[in-house]
């Protein structure tokens, strides 16, 4: 399959580690975040997602941070996994039945 | 559940051609949204339909258009294709009033030559 992301920045991580993935968002009307993870010729997979009346939010092995101040979220992935090597995409909108709008992607590299 | 599906996989057209992509919407689901995505990009918003109209466009020509059947499927046209064009198209669709995420389809890898 294709490649994606070939000139996005990249994250390098030892398996085992945990990985801390970090998106700026710009529209501070964006009630309704998401993370998706897109491997290789394959569409965005849903992650984790979050409203803006939290701040955390955790699910299996990932947790989700909001931080609607500085229009900031991270993605923190626990105890990191070969297959947890992707290109990872947050993307925002102003509600669940609108738009995503999303960001540039960062590629995760899980090394052994 | 087949989830979304989109057909055909990859398509190359020539400069000035017109094509149409397909999506079949994930069970239960009423809602498609197409995107483009370019290589080294996030995906960008081009439309959403619902009950059979355009209810919300992305900042796209009006080459781009679509359609949505009564079966909630859904097709993108693109007309007088531009190298710029070429790029993966992603449908995602989810249910109308319902609080989750949408759901994306595997995308067609348009290469215009």
């Known amino acids: 399959g294709e490649s994606v992301g070939l000139h996005l920045p990249t994250l390098s991580v030892q398996e085992g580690d945990n990985s801390i993935i970090n998106c700026a968002y710009s529209n501070s009307a964006s009630d309704y975040f998401i993370w998706y993870k897109q491997e290789s010729g394959k569409g965005p997979q849903f992650i984790i997602d979050i409203r803006s009346n939290m701040d955390k939010r955790q699910g299996q092995r990932v947790t989700v941070l909001l931080n609607k101040t500085v229009k900031h979220l991270s993605l923190q992935i626990a105890a990191t996994q070969p297959g947890d090597s992707a290109v990872y995409f947050c993307?925002?909108?102003?509600?669940?039945?609108?738009?995503?709008?999303f960001g540039t992607g960062t590629r995760l590299q899980v090394t052994l | 559940d087949a989830g979304v599906t989109q057909s055909p996989t990859h398509l190359i057209k020539t400069r000035g051609q017109q094509v149409t992509l397909r999506c079949s919407p994930k069970?239960?689901?009423?809602?498609v949204s197409w995107y483009q995505q370019a290589l080294g990009q996030g995906p960008q918003f081009i439309f959403q339909y619902y009950e059979e109209e355009e209810r919300q466009r992305g900042n796209f020509p009006d080459r781009f258009s679509g359609h949505q059947f009564p079966n909630y499927s859904s097709e993108l046209n693109v007309n007088a294709l531009l190298l710029g064009d070429s790029a993966l198209y992603l449908c995602?669709?989810?249910?109308?009033?319902?609080?989750?995420?949408?759901?994306f389809g595997q995308g067609t890898r348009l290469t215009v030559v």
């Open positions: 069970s239960g689901h009423d809602t």
């Open positions: 993307a925002e909108s102003p509600g669940t039945a609108s738009k995503l709008t």
């Open positions: 995602a669709s989810r249910k109308q009033g319902v609080n989750t995420e949408a759901f």
